[in-house]
């Protein structure tokens, strides 16, 4: 099955910018989506096809995916955006086509 | 607006077999695309998908849990039901009912019931 590898925690200052990293063999040719799960929540979805905002979600947040590494960047981090951020594709080769990374817990210092 | 409600027993006994219910509202499980997955997540751990059915009954499930697994749908009750045998301490979590949109060939879990908790123990 299809492997996404996050790295388990990234931590930023306040109105600093984050970046997290989702890596997968080629991952560049699939859609890569982007939840974020506060704790005590579910999951919400924040990008959507590498770049896409679902409604109200805060223009900050913005994806890429290229090669090797698609990217979860959050500008102008605030308090509220600590969670955790899991990555998920779609892997129509496999009998797992539902697919998410190991999650990366932010940390607003 | 898409919502979903995951309904079902908080504890069970190791051995025994778990059903889980999701009932959800705003979208038909008739329409040409959509799907409902069912994602599970252990206390701490990460998210890990366990199954899912399609809009015309196909069916899929995460091979190290397949031999334990059974998915329907009901259409009329807009109802999907996971029933899992011989549950073990180790799939003690979080269980979450979700929308998954797209076909066959490409998916997005888009909305997200707002899970339950069940714990295996005796």
């Known amino acids: 099955s299809y492997v996404l590898t996050q790295p388990p925690s990234v931590s930023v200052a306040p109105g600093q910018t984050a970046r997290i990293t989702c890596e997968g063999d080629n991952i560049g040719s699939y859609s890569v989506h982007w939840d974020q799960q506060k704790p005590g929540q579910a999951p919400v979805l924040v990008i959507s096809?590498?770049?896409d905002r679902p409604s109200g979600i805060p223009e900050r947040f913005s994806g890429s995916n290229s090669g090797n590494t698609a990217t979860l960047t959050i500008s102008g981090v605030e308090a509220g955006d600590e969670a955790d951020y899991y990555c998920?594709?779609?892997?129509?080769?496999?009998?797992?086509?539902?697919?998410f990374g190991g999650g990366t817990k932010l940390t607003v210092l | 607006q898409i919502t979903l409600r995951e309904s079902g027993p908080t504890l069970v006994k190791p051995t025994q077999t778990l059903t889980l219910t999701c009932t959800f509202s705003?979208?038909?499980?008739?329409?040409?695309?959509?799907?409902v997955a069912w994602i599970r997540q252990p206390p701490g751990k990460a998210l890990e998908w366990v199954a899912l059915i399609y809009w015309d009954d196909d069916k899929r499930y995460s091979p190290s849990l397949k031999s334990r697994l059974t998915i329907t749908k009901d259409t009329f009750r807009n109802q999907v039901v996971l029933t899992m045998t011989n549950m073990d301490p180790v799939d003690t979590g979080t269980y979450y009912c979700?929308?998954?949109?797209?076909?066959?060939?490409?998916?997005?879990?888009?909305?997200w019931g707002q899970g339950t908790l069940v714990t295996v123990s005796s």
């Open positions: 705003g979208f038909s499980l008739t329409t040409s695309g959509l799907s």
């Open positions: 998920q594709v779609w892997d129509t080769y496999t009998d797992s086509p539902v697919v």
């Open positions: 979700t929308h998954l949109l797209g076909g066959h060939n490409y998916g997005l879990v888009d909305f």
């Open positions: 096809y590498d770049t």
